[in-house]
């Protein structure tokens, strides 16, 4: 049966679709099987670097790379709630709630409904990991990720990104040799361009360095090994409580 898109699309905290208008929005999708510190210092320098008024965490109903994740989609939107109280710019999206039928979740189409609703004044942006980029030409409509929103890659350990222009997915290149450095070296913005000669900015965030990663987490809780540095107090205590991991 299919869902109503009241619920799919609905923003919480904040509530309402209008909230998107006129304003610099990133979209920050990802499973959150658990949300962790890294997810955290991700979203806040973008948020800085990038002048951002929203981060939307958008737990995936179902991601369309990864088999079996951990944790009921119910549960991943409730921690990543839970994760990110406190930080008024950061709200949880439900736009990426399982399809019916356990159909798979894609970034391009949940860009696309995204800019629906953002009017003019406002920016969208999308904001991933590098081991998301390294991973961009297997996404489903991968090369056009750029071109339907912003990119914004933070760095991650153990995922190199240089030379970037090796790692973008098929059709699309540099348009630049160098990129532009922004807010002392924190910023770096490149230009992109794609067969037809359409152009998009890059941005990579390269001074993250943050070792975590979920499935990291997800062995320390079931093999009881502590993880409370990893990822808020609060998400640890939810995960207790709940049984999940175990
Ligand atoms: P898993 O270990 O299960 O693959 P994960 O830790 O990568 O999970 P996801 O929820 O899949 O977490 O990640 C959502 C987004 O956040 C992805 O784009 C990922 O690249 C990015 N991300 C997660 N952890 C980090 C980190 N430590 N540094 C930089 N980016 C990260």
Not at 129 to 154: M, N, T, Y
């Amino acid at each position: 049966m299919e869902q109503k898109p009241t619920n799919r699309f609905a923003v919480e905290r904040g509530a309402r679709e209008d909230l998107l208008h006129g304003r610099r929005v990133a979209f920050f999708g990802g499973s959150f099987d658990p949300p962790h510190i890294g997810h955290l210092a991700v979203a806040r320098a973008a948020r800085e670097l990038l002048r951002l008024d929203e981060v939307l965490f958008v737990p995936v109903g179902r991601q369309p790379l990864k088999i079996g994740l951990g944790a009921a989609y119910e549960d991943r939107c409730a921690m990543t709630r839970i994760a990110i109280e406190g930080e008024p710019e950061f709200s949880v999206s439900m736009i990426d709630a399982p399809h019916a039928e356990d159909a798979p979740n894609y970034t391009a189409e949940t860009l696309e409904a995204l800019q629906g609703m953002m009017s003019k004044g406002g920016k969208l942006f999308c904001l991933m990991g590098a081991d998301s980029l390294l991973a961009l030409d297997h996404w489903h409509r991968g090369a056009e990720i750029p071109f339907l929103a912003e990119v914004i890659v933070a760095s991650r350990p153990g995922e190199a990104l240089e030379p970037l222009g090796e790692h973008l997915p098929m059709g699309l290149k540099l348009a630049v040799e160098e990129p532009e450095k922004l807010e002392n070296g924190r910023l770096e913005r490149w230009k992109i361009v794609d067969q037809g000669g359409r152009a998009a900015l890059l941005n990579i965030l390269p001074g993250l360095h943050n070792e975590v990663s979920a499935t990291e987490l997800r062995t320390a809780i079931q093999t009881g090994r502590g993880s409370e540095q990893l990822m808020p107090h609060a998400v640890l205590a939810y995960i207790h409580n709940h049984g999940i991991y175990t």
